[in-house]
């Protein structure tokens, strides 16, 4: 039987609770994985590897957080994302809100799109492939 998006929320939110040692109310999806919940890169592989064990998913590097983009000058100029970037970027991550970094593509608030729902959204897309 096919996870509800609530059931998916409240695995992700023990699966954050664990890794990042944060209260359950801390993650709501709206909170950010390093500016609300303190992760910092080292998490990010727990993270993933906690994912992919909670709901038996394999995924892939640079899926979930892409760490490809930001070395390409075609993609990034003078510390923001050009169109290309930004174009590239929201193919990648297709499963993050960009209303507003799309406003400042700044590199810096990249973390920004790292979100408990864009969790939830890419595995929710995820399990529905």
């Not at 990010?44 to 892939?60: A, G, M, Q, S, T």
């Not at 930001?70 to 994302?81: E, Q, R």
């Not at 929201?90 to 400042?104: L, Q």
């Amino acid at each position: 039987m096919a996870m509800s998006r609530e059931e998916i929320f409240s695995s992700v939110q023990e699966t954050l609770v664990d890794a990042l040692a944060v209260e359950p109310e801390e993650v709501t999806e709206d909170a950010t994985l390093t500016g609300d919940l303190g992760a910092e890169s080292i998490d990010f592989l727990d993270i993933v590897f906690r994912l992919e064990k909670c709901f038996n998913i394999k995924i892939p590097r640079g899926e979930l957080f892409p760490d490809d983009l930001l070395n390409n000058p075609d993609y990034v100029s003078n510390g923001k994302f050009t169109p290309a970037g930004l174009m590239q970027i929201k193919k990648a991550m297709p499963h993050a809100d960009f209303t507003n970094f799309e406003n400042d593509p700044d590199v810096n608030r990249m973390s920004d799109l790292f979100t408990v729902k864009t969790l939830v959204n890419y595995i929710e897309a995820k399990l529905a492939a």
